[in-house]
């Protein structure tokens, strides 16, 4: 049971105990308790409204924040996809490169593979 519930709960006991026990007629008591019984009633209808407004206002608050975390999100994905789209570009530019160097480096060591078998052969015979 919460605190609240509680202290409403002892309050209502002390009340009714001092109601019944005060040197009141009966009529007197029974105005008494319907007093405080409407009494009761307008404050917790209060309450239930002020909770009613707090709910609202953190729906509310809640909404903003999940609408602004979802744009956020959103925003965070598509600069990663720029992102990646931006280094897969420079890695197929860079691989072409490679491709284009190693190529060269290859026809450079064929051409030097056979500069050096005519030097050899010049030396052999």
């Keep these: 049971m919460s605190k609240l519930l509680k202290v409403?709960?002892?309050?209502?006991g002390g009340f009714?105990?001092?109601i019944l026990l005060?040197?009141?007629s009966g009529k007197e008591t029974r105005e008494d308790i319907k007093v405080k019984t409407n009494e009761a009633k307008v404050a917790a209808r209060d309450?239930?409204?002020e909770v009613k407004a707090a709910?609202?206002?953190a729906a509310v608050t809640l909404r903003k924040?999940?609408?602004k975390a979802s744009k956020e999100a959103a925003e965070f994905g598509k600069s990663a996809k720029t992102t990646a789209e931006r280094i897969a570009a420079e890695v197929n530019d860079l691989?072409?490169?490679?491709?284009?160097?190693?190529?060269r480096v290859t026809e450079d060591a064929k051409v030097t593979g056979r500069t050096i078998q005519k030097e050899a052969e010049k030396h052999v015979k």
């Design 8 to 12: 409403v709960a002892a309050a209502a």
């Design 16 to 18: 009714i105990a001092g």
């Design 22 to 24: 005060a040197p009141k």
């Design 47 to 49: 309450k239930a409204a």
């Design 55 to 57: 709910s609202k206002e």
């Design 65 to 67: 924040g999940a609408d």
């Design 95 to 103: 691989g072409g490169e490679a491709r284009t160097r190693a190529t």
